[in-house]
């Protein structure tokens, strides 16, 4: 029983920082903390011999102990430390001018450990989407699989036609989700490592990788809902004729047997086919909706004419 107990207490934290990330730092340490006893000296040769080089040391294990990942973090204080180990442990750290040698394998060091950074970085942008990517199927199944039930336990009965206007809205906002969420994607890609980068005096610096996936993932979980709304407003909007610059190709009096003719499964794949590219587009595209919206409203300014 208390293996059993443990065992749940050590998955939540794991479950809590692939969704959120790893916990700050309580007590974050500086470079010098790395430094072996006996290496004090050295370390401060290598100050004098390297300052560039020991900056941006400093300012990446700073990186480092905020990465998303526990795993990265520990990862990244073992590679600093090793590099700060072979660095004051070299005989020609005191060479004048400084040696060559080590200069190189300093910058190979330290744009390995930025990669790394980077790594972790698009890993706590991915997380923090792929949430508003599930977010987008429960959207999508939940109100499909339950809408109907629901009604029905409500005491609303459903003829053929109202069961598939229910299922079109659904479907169409589904869909709609779906497109927000790889409208989120294709802007990422556009924007390369600008989401994981905020203004600061004047220049961008890099976020906190924990910070970025909290931001994303309260984004996409914003993008997914306005998109599925977007759709299903577009689905009434068109299907109930308010808006008529779109011509339907099949509604559900050309698909239920009182009112169709032989075509009926035809009807019924364009009808799908129909709503779910208006449901993605809806969700991909939010102008587009605004779009409708403004031409309806200009005409019904303008009124007929004489």
């Known amino acids: ?180 969420v790889l409208s989120v994607l294709v802007r990422l890609r556009n924007s390369g490592d600008q989401l994981i980068r905020r203004p600061a005096n004047g220049h961008r610096e890099v976020a906190v990788p924990g910070q970025v996936s909290r931001s994303l993932r309260r984004g996409g979980v914003y993008r997914v809902f306005v998109g599925w709304f977007l759709a299903v407003a577009t689905y009434f909007l068109l299907s109930a004729g308010f808006v008529t610059v779109v011509d339907i190709p099949a509604t559900p009096a050309d698909i239920c047997p009182a009112h169709a003719g032989p075509a009926t499964a035809g009807n019924g794949t364009t009808f799908w086919g129909f709503w779910c590219a208006v449901g993605f587009v809806a969700g991909f595209n939010e102008r587009w909706v605004y779009g409708l919206l403004g031409h309806e409203a200009t005409t019904k300014q303008s009124g007929p004419r004489a």
């Open 1 to 180: 029983m208390k293996d059993n107990g443990g065992g749940h207490r050590t998955r939540w934290p794991a479950l809590r920082e692939t969704v959120e990330g790893a916990r700050t730092e309580q007590q974050p340490k500086g470079l010098k903390d790395l430094v072996e006893p006996g290496f004090d000296g050295a370390y401060m040769q290598f100050g004098d011999a390297f300052p560039q080089h020991q900056l941006e040391l400093q300012i990446l294990y700073g990186d480092a102990q905020r990465a998303f990942e526990e795993r990265t973090r520990q990862s990244l204080r073992i590679t600093v430390q090793s590099v700060l180990r072979n660095v004051l442990g070299d005989q020609r750290l005191g060479d004048s001018p400084p040696n060559a040698h080590l200069a190189n394998y300093l910058d190979r060091e330290i744009d390995r450990i930025k990669v790394r950074l980077n790594q972790d970085g698009e890993l706590a942008v991915s997380r923090g989407l792929n949430f508003g990517l599930g977010l987008g199927v429960v959207l999508l199944l939940v109100p499909l699989l339950t809408g109907e039930k629901l009604l029905g336990a409500l005491g609303i009965a459903l003829n053929c036609s109202d069961r598939w206007s229910l299922t079109g809205a659904l479907v169409c906002g589904g869909v709609g989700a779906f497109g927000a």
